[in-house]
């Protein structure tokens, strides 16, 4: 057996990065970005007002409270760029800076003294010391033409959507989704959820689960059924995915020591080499990783639904990063909340809850229910906990690892700074 952080390192070095596709922006969000983009103009593009108010020119030196200055006019949003005029122009919060001037002044830092017959103003009274450049927004003060505006690997979120619209783009190269296939194996397994279930007979919870946090890790689920304890069906099955064009087929089940754990002799018929067989690890130790013809990676998960989830987390969605083009994750190292006992020899993967203490501090908290078949506890859970092999005793404050449920969610804490 090897550990898990072994078995991760051999996942991402059978893992090859996928071809990129151009696609138009509306299409490509939720996506990755196979190339950076470099932002093809200024943001903001020009000089503009961050103030309803006046611009004015103040050369470098500041204007005194109670200066009366001439208004010549006004910018709203939208107005071309124009030269300045007199001392002052009335200005609307976006408005383009008329060429010449340097600063704003806030409307209720003046005083209107004059208005014209159309009742604009035409000469203010400055109520508080203009300082050069106050409430202004520079051009490319947000982000300058040519510079690298996201990075490949990037994830088209609303956020890095929003800085595309605002710089123009139209088109990005993403990546090509990888194409999984996904198998629940069982006997006892019942698909249909308005089947009554016979004698010793349970729903397939594993299959829908696997398939709804695929999707959100960024893959494109193909092929999905729930199969029996049969190697031949199984065989024809992953042979059906293959001529499919998948990237990776996952399994559940039948990988243990049992009559019925068909899954290295399919394997064998397969041609497939596998990589490792069983970690050091609980929950979940008959993980299996292999090579299929071809080069498709094939995931063998075990049954038991808490097992398989946690494959799925830390096997299967490190494949996804580097088929996808992304960095390898950066756990998050937060203190425990409490003491906790574990018995050395297994790394520990459990589930945990961040928490807000009173201090304002935030804690990882273990969840009652860590058993392999547990599904209720993943109600609560909102981080993977994971506690090195070597591991017995922690007291309450000891630094530990903690993955979000999705791949997708490892960067809301930020990385770790040295």
Known sequence: MIGFEEAISRVRAAARALPSQR?????????????????????????????DGFALRTNGNAIAAGSTLAVDGEQAAGDEARAARGEACEIMTGARLPDGFDSVVPVEDATVLERDT???????????????????????????????????????????????????????????????????????????????????????????YLEARLIEAGAEVVRRATLPDDAQTFVAAVRDALAAGVDAVISTGAVSMGRYDFVPEALATLGADTVFHKLRMRPGKPQLFAMLPGGVLFFGLPGNPISSAVGQRLLVEAALRRMLGMAD???????????????????????????????????????????????????????????????????????????PPSHMQSTLLGSHEA
């Open 118 to 208: 159309a009742q604009r103003p035409v000469r203010i009274r400055i109520e508080r010391e203009v300082i050069p450049g106050q409430h202004l927004r520079r051009a490319g003060e947000d982000l300058p033409a040519g510079t690298l505006a996201l990075r490949a690997g990037t994830v088209l979120d609303p956020f890095a959507c929003m800085l595309l619209d605002a710089l123009g783009v139209v088109e990005v190269a993403v990546r090509r989704r990888p194409r999984v296939a996904v198998f629940a194996t069982g006997r006892e397994l019942v698909a249909d959820p308005q089947r009554a279930l016979a004698s010793g007979e349970i729903r397939d919870s594993n299959g829908p």
């Open 23 to 51: 696609m138009e922006l509306a299409a490509a969000r939720g996506r990755v970005l196979a190339d950076g983009v470099i932002a093809p103009m200024s943001l903001p593009p020009f000089d503009n007002s961050a103030m």
């Open 329 to 403: 994750e950066t756990r998050w190292r937060l203190p425990l909340a409490a003491e906790l006992r574990k018995k050395p020899g297994n790394a520990s993967i459990q589930k945990a809850a961040l928490r807000m203490h009173g201090d304002g501090s935030v804690r990882v908290q273990p969840l009652r229910g860590q058993e392999s078949f547990r599904i209720a506890p993943l109600r609560g859970t909102n981080v993977w906990m994971l506690l090195p092999e070597d591991a017995e005793q922690l007291v309450a404050g000891t630094l530990v690892e903690v993955l």
